[in-house]
């Protein structure tokens, strides 16, 4: 199998089979339940997965099974498994639900209109996070077959919750985990990568506390200017209590109890990322001019981003818009918060703390609702020297650099719950979601050049836990 054969074989295949079936892919507006609770009444994630079987069916190779679990008003979940020379078994993961459409697209793009341009970016919703995955995973294990490679047992799960916090994987897991097997490698298609120029793993993921604090002051609305100086208002409230969590100036996260000790071999590769990618870490941002980023040194943003919390505001109900906006006090509003916590941070503990922080005392009296929820992160066990050796070499022969990890600050709930059923297993855990990329905001684009070879990637990491282990 040489580097010319396997790459070129990857190429052609991407090019006549996996682009045409992702384009179609994007057109499907398949959000995940969070985001479209009728989804099983409007039909598009059923499209979706019939889609990728359909497409599996017509490539899978011989004795291969492809089982579409459905377990009452859940989402699906697609099982793919393909006999392998060997017992163990090789776990790979991807998921077919979408992020919503967001505002802000450029002209001529949107998020369900798939746009190739003459980078090599694929634009549309659920291209890069995480459509792709289970093509670019079957695209490798045809290409190892093809060679006469010899590859494990493979297991192809692809759910359709993960962008709710995989609400519904849990069920299945337990349900069905059996014929899964104890996987040996588990290799995770829905990852970040720090450039295109070198293969990428995650060794740490954050985890993530959702939730909405909702501020109430009044029965209904008054005059802005009867009231003024007299009344607090709900936003004023809001603002104080969101200080309890976050200091404004520094954004830093202030409890105690939402802090880790950063590991000394994470340390270690979160200085060498930053080596790598140095201004890149913010540059890659789509800065408005004169804004600055909320630290200077490289190695402090990627701790920031991977092993500190952070807190985002992503919504808010009970505001006019500007246009309709009158001289009135609001009685109340309601803020949806996003709070990244560190891998090690138990995340019901830290809901907990975040609801007493919240709800405890509030200023005037106001009266204050907080509902919220935690998903745990996930920090990888010390990587075995043979899947060491396999990423490195095939980041060399592929991409003319050496392997590269380190963590992400996002959240795939379905690590944690892979780490807790099989903590012997060792993980690949790698991705697309690459700078610009934009996953779950608007312009969001699949980088294919750097697909293709990551695919390849995958060929060798295949091919080596069959030879070594």
């Known amino acids: 199998m040489t580097t010319n054969a396997v790459q070129s074989h990857i190429d052609a295949f991407w090019d006549t089979e996996i682009l045409p079936a992702l384009m179609e892919y994007i057109r499907i507006p398949n959000e995940s339940p969070l985001f479209d609770p009728d989804w099983s009444t409007h039909g598009h994630m059923e499209r979706a997965v019939d889609l990728v079987v359909r497409w599996i069916q017509r490539h899978q190779p011989e004795g291969t099974q492809v089982t579409v679990l459905r377990d009452g008003e859940r989402t699906p979940v697609l099982l793919v498994e393909i006999p392998g020379t060997l017992p163990e078994t090789v776990l790979m993961y991807g998921h077919l639900d979408k992020q919503p459409p967001f505002a802000g697209w450029r002209e001529g793009l949107g998020p369900w209109k798939p746009v190739l341009d003459g980078q090599g970016r694929l634009f549309g919703r659920g291209g890069a996070d995480d459509g792709y995955a289970a093509f670019a995973a079957l695209a490798a294990v045809k290409a190892l077959q093809a060679r006469g490679g010899r590859h494990g047992r493979i297991v192809l799960l692809i759910e359709c919750s993960e962008e709710s916090g995989s609400v519904d994987l849990p069920h299945y897991l337990q349900a069905h985990g059996d014929r899964i097997g104890a996987p040996g490698l588990v290799i995770c ?176 009296g106001a009266r204050v609702t907080v509902t919220c929820g935690g998903s745990p992160g996930w920090n990888a066990p ?88």
């Open 189 to 364: 298609l829905d990852s970040g990568c720090g450039n295109y120029e070198q293969l990428w793993s995650t060794t740490s993921l954050r985890g993530l506390v959702t939730g909405t604090l909702k501020v109430e002051v009044l029965n209904e609305a008054v005059h802005s200017g009867m009231a003024g100086g007299i009344v607090p208002t709900p936003f004023q409230v809001a603002s104080a209590l969101f200080r309890r969590l976050e200091n404004p100036e520094s954004g830093k996260v202030l409890p105690r109890e939402l802090k880790a000790r950063v590991p000394a071999a994470r340390m270690k590769q979160v200085r060498k990322a930053a080596r790598i990618l140095s201004g890149s870490i913010a540059g890659d941002y789509p800065w408005i001019e004169d804004v600055r980023p909320l630290a200077d040194d490289p190695v402090e943003l990627l701790l920031n981003n991977t092993w500190r919390a952070s807190l985002a505001v992503v919504g808010q109900d009970g505001m006019p818009d500007t246009r309709q906006a009158g001289n009135v006090l609001l009685p109340g509003l309601t803020f949806k918060f996003s709070l990244r916590l560190p891998p090690t941070v138990d995340a019901k503990a830290a809901a907990a703390t975040v609801r007493a922080l919240l709800q405890t005392d509030p200023p005037f």
């Open 382 to 469: 010390a990587l075995a020297p043979w899947l060491a050796k396999a990423a490195d070499g095939a980041s060399r022969e592929f991409f003319g650099k050496e392997a590269c990890y380190f963590g992400v600050g996002g959240s795939i709930p379905f690590m944690h719950m892979i780490g807790e059923r099989w903590p012997k297993a060792q993980f690949l855990i790698t991705g697309v979601l690459g700078p610009n990329s934009n996953a779950h905001g608007p312009n969001e684009f699949l980088h294919v050049p750097f697909a293709r070879r990551l695919t390849a990637c995958l060929v060798r990491v295949l091919a080596a836990h069959a030879q070594g282990r």
